[in-house]
């Protein structure tokens, strides 16, 4: 049971940082067409894996989770996918997103990554400590992008992230991966390249 609890709070805490992403859709039906296209699909992920629809509760994480839309830049759409490998993990997903000014939005969400050294707080009513933001080395993609490895403890049991963000054009995309050990860089780059190749 607390197991099934810990990884409801580790779903949460791995959708926090593109909370500006999210906040406008909180799922692919909800989403338009366009966006909802370019989504990876369940057949796309390896053999055992499901798609994740459980919803994660509250998260506080400070600067991790302080993503807003700039002002004077409006979110015109979004589109959200999220899968899970048997018992949990690891754990994927996709954030899209259009603005007025995407340019600007992408910027200033890598800006606040890149600022948040430190973050602790709640996810899904579990306490998160010792949270680490630290970008690194990754492919470029699309007119800009960007990939931190985040790693956080959520009632002592220790979490892993590798987040990346592409932004082309007027969209703006985050993938994320997440387990409870260090992701596997190779599959991670594999998911990226076919959550990418459907960017238009």
């Not at 959200?80 to 340019?103: H, I």
């Not at 991966?177 to 992701?183: D, F, I, K």
């Amino acid at each position: 049971m607390k197991r099934s609890f810990l990884v409801i709070a580790f779903t949460a805490a791995l959708v926090a940082p593109t909370g500006f992403l999210g906040t406008f859709a909180t799922s692919a039906s909800a989403s338009p067409p366009k966006l909802k296209a370019m989504l990876l699909s369940i057949g796309q992920m390896p053999t055992g894996w499901s798609l994740d629809n459980s919803s994660g509760g509250k998260v506080a994480l400070g600067c991790y989770t302080d993503n807003a839309v700039p002002k004077g830049v409006k979110q015109t759409a979004a589109a959200t996918a999220n899968f899970q490998g048997k018992g949990g993990f690891p754990a994927v997903g996709e954030r899209f997103a259009t603005f007025t000014n995407a340019t600007t939005s992408y910027n200033e969400t890598v800006a606040n990554l890149v600022d948040c050294k430190h973050f602790s707080g709640t996810s899904g009513g579990e306490k998160v400590t010792g949270g680490t933001v630290e970008q690194m080395s990754f492919p470029h993609y699309g007119n800009a992008s960007d990939a931190f490895v985040v790693i956080f403890t959520i009632s002592g049991m220790r979490f892993y992230q590798d987040l990346l963000y592409v932004r082309k054009g007027s969209i703006v995309m985050a993938f994320f991966e997440g387990n409870l050990r260090s992701v596997n860089v190779s599959q991670f780059q594999g998911f990226v390249k076919e959550a990418v190749a459907k960017l238009p």
